[in-house]
């Protein structure tokens, strides 16, 4: 983390200067992987409600192994 942000602007198009910009990159980093890490954290947990509540609420017909999904069966006696 000790990459430094550089920016280069021209000062004017008729002169051949140049203004360059160097900042630390380093302040900011903890900031930002913090925020990342959050964001994960906040899709796992919703991946995660997703396969529970989903797990606990699916058909037993379409779990049943062998299922074709056709309902129309006839019984016979």
């Given at each position: 983390?000790?990459s430094p942000f550089v920016r280069e602007t021209a000062i004017?198009?008729?002169?051949?200067?140049?203004?360059?910009?160097?900042?630390?990159?380093?302040?900011?980093?903890?900031?930002?992987?913090?925020?990342?890490?959050?964001?994960?954290?906040?899709?796992?947990?919703?991946?995660?409600?997703?396969?529970?509540?989903?797990?606990?609420?699916?058909?037993?017909?379409?779990?049943?192994?062998?299922?074709?999904?056709?309902?129309?069966?006839?019984?016979?006696?």
């Amino acid at each position: 983390m000790n990459s430094p942000f550089v920016r280069e602007t021209a000062i004017s198009p008729g002169l051949p200067w140049t203004a360059i910009i160097e900042a630390s990159i380093k302040p900011n980093a903890h900031s930002i992987q913090s925020l990342y890490v959050r964001n994960l954290a906040i899709i796992l947990a919703i991946a995660v409600l997703a396969l529970i509540f989903f797990g606990t609420h699916q058909s037993p017909v379409s779990s049943s192994p062998g299922s074709t999904g056709n309902h129309d069966h006839q019984f016979t006696q």
